[in-house]
């Protein structure tokens, strides 16, 4: 199974390296072989860049359009979280 987590609007915290409170929840996200990543477009919006993301978290130019493609290719979508 693949599983990919778009994180957008407010999961910007989730994603932050700057913020330590999610950082273990990230970790083992990863360990479980789930990529994590963040809309470059949320990241515009706050002045921040790949560069501020957390180890291991990789960038999308777009969440909506990224979660519109991979339900094209039979992806399922699960909203979950803030």
Not at 9 to 15: G, I, P, Q
Not at 57 to 80: E, R
Request: proline share 1%.
């Amino acid at each position: 199974m693949e599983i990919l987590i778009v994180c957008h609007a407010k999961a910007l915290e989730f994603v932050l390296s700057e913020n330590q409170h999610y950082t273990a929840a990230v970790r083992l996200l990863l360990s479980f072989k789930a990529d994590i990543a963040a809309c470059e477009n949320m990241l515009k919006a706050h002045h921040k860049s790949a560069a501020d993301l957390k180890e291991g978290i990789i960038t999308v130019p777009s969440a909506i359009s990224t979660l519109v493609v991979k339900q094209q290719q039979g992806w399922s979508y699960l909203k979950a979280g803030f």
